[in-house]
């Protein structure tokens, strides 16, 4: 085994991951809505969009009547109204269209929080005196992946303020922390490190695993630099599993995203998928996220996903 590089910055994310998770509560808590606040938007993009996402995946049930949009689009949904909340999260600094969003969100009177590290919307939050969350701007857009327990916090935080969740949610992560602590996933992210090394990645998911499959992606592209493929099933059903092993073509791994809460629906649906890659001579393994449930999976996913990343860099070495 390679020793650990205790100085690297994804090192230390891993060790302090469960930290991450009280600072993003402690700088959100001090924003709150209306009662009347009927539905959300969340207007951002890559990584900030698949943490959003793996927070609705972890508080499903929870959040299963509550109608909340993510949205990376230069516009609103039609009914965002005075009753909207819109969360602009623009960590890269001026991004355009969570810029586009929130002042049409303003236009509409509709409730606004940017979360930011700074730039052209934090000044036009401010000056309005709307609801901000400033990040420690050392956090952009190309390290953000290491920082998602941070994003997580501050997103549930958000979600209380507005009387989505309530303040179990804050707890109930905070538990699992604990158990997460207990977790020895170093050796399981080095042995997944090895089974998609100097491949190009394609996963597939459940939709329940959307946000933690989106955020593989996000990991392994940005930390990487590698090429990574994503859908969710059945719909990979169509034309994606077609072409992959073409001779010539580029080295592909499939993974199969799944969890102790996945079902036999879709364990069925990954054993077709597995045979039609099969004809494509395409190999694929399953990744079965550690945990007792959906939450704690979820949990573990981003640490093992770390983990990866991290053997992976040091191979690369």
């Known amino acids: 085994m390679l020793a650990l590089d205790k100085k690297s910055d994804l090192y230390n994310a891993?060790?302090?991951?469960?930290?991450?998770?009280?600072?993003?509560?402690?700088?959100?808590?001090?924003?709150?809505?209306?009662?009347?606040?009927?539905?959300?938007?969340?207007?951002?993009?890559?990584?900030a969009a698949s943490t959003a996402q793996l927070v609705l995946d972890m508080f499903a049930d929870e959040l299963k009547d509550k109608k909340i949009t993510i949205s990376p689009h230069y516009d609103l949904p039609n009914n965002a109204a005075s009753d909207t909340l819109v969360v602009g999260i623009d960590i890269e600094k001026d991004h355009p269209a969570v810029m586009t969003s929130t002042k049409k969100a303003y236009d509409k009177k509709a409730n606004i929080v940017s979360v930011v590290t700074g730039g052209k919307l934090e000044n036009y939050t401010r000056n309005r005196k709307l609801g901000i969350v400033k990040v420690d701007d050392h956090i952009d857009y190309m390290n953000l992946q290491i920082y998602s327990g941070l994003l997580i916090g501050i997103i549930v935080q958000i979600l209380i303020g507005a009387n989505f969740l309530n303040n179990k949610a804050k707890f109930k992560i905070l538990e699992l922390t604990q158990e997460l602590e207990k977790m020895y996933l170093t050796k399981l992210g080095e042995k997944l490190a090895g089974q998609i090394e100097d491949s190009t990645v394609l996963i597939y998911a459940e939709p329940a695993l959307s946000g933690m499959m989106q955020l593989i992606k996000s990991n392994l592209n940005i930390s990487l630099n590698i090429p990574v493929f994503h859908q969710t099933l059945p719909k990979a059903f169509g034309d994606e599993l077609i072409g992959f092993g073409k001779k010539n073509f580029a080295k592909y791994k499939a993974l199969f995203l799944m969890d102790s809460e996945t079902?036999?629906?879709?364990?069925?649906?990954?054993?077709?998928?597995?045979?039609?890659?099969?004809?494509?001579?395409?190999?694929?393994?399953?990744?079965?996220?550690?945990?007792?449930?959906?939450?704690?999976?979820?949990?573990?996913?981003?640490?093992?996903?770390y983990w990866t990343t991290y053997w992976l860099q040091e191979k690369a070495r």
């Open 14 to 47: 891993i060790n302090k991951f469960s930290t991450q998770f009280d600072e993003g509560f402690r700088i959100a808590e001090h924003i709150r809505f209306p009662k009347g606040v009927d539905n959300i938007v969340i207007a951002t993009y890559g990584i």
């Open 263 to 305: 079902n036999e629906k879709y364990k069925k649906d990954f054993e077709i998928a597995g045979k039609l890659l099969d004809q494509s001579k395409v190999k694929h393994e399953i990744w079965e996220l550690p945990g007792r449930n959906r939450k704690l999976s979820l949990l573990a996913g981003t640490i093992l996903t």
